[in-house]
């Protein structure tokens, strides 16, 4: 593993742990050449899922545009990148128990939105705005009345 700081090929592992019960390892390194110290992730092969869209089209997986779509949802929230990863992570897990290897994007973006909603709520809102294509306010306050309906009565 190539060191981030100086480029140097020749790394040492200090520690191995398994994280994410089981599914990645997350590796301590130390450079033998300038010292530093760096953390490395092993992850599953990525999955081979095809994607159907709302327009018909078929793509493949990509969990990137998922993690995007965390990270836009949780921009200036108290939300970790570890904690986005993971949430990732559980929704990779889903789809992996998914009983076809075609999966719609909408089943995709409802696990999205499900684990938003339980991690934060604003974070939740503002995926739900673009994901469900909010036309006006009205649409916005129906989705806000059924997140927290004690506070419209």
Request: with cysteine; proline share 3%; hydrophobic share 30%.
């Amino acid at each position: 593993m190539k060191c981030p700081f100086c480029g140097n090929k020749k790394t040492k592992v200090i520690d191995s742990r398994a994280i994410e019960e089981g599914s990645s390892i997350r590796r301590r390194r130390h450079c033998q050449k300038c010292d530093s110290r760096f953390t490395t992730f092993e992850r599953r092969e990525k999955i081979e899922v095809v994607v159907l869209k709302r327009s018909g089209a078929r793509e493949p997986y990509d969990r990137e545009k998922i993690v995007s779509g965390f990270r836009k949802a949780c921009s200036k929230r108290n939300v970790s990148e570890t904690t986005i990863e993971n949430k990732v992570d559980e929704i990779e897990e889903e789809i992996m128990k998914y009983p076809d290897k075609e999966i719609p994007a909408a089943d995709i973006g409802n696990m999205v939105m499900e684990k938003l909603k339980n991690l934060d709520e604003i974070a939740y809102l503002r995926f739900v705005s673009v994901y469900k294509r909010f036309g006006d306010v009205s649409e916005f306050e129906k989705e806000l009345g059924e997140l927290s309906p004690k506070q419209f009565e």
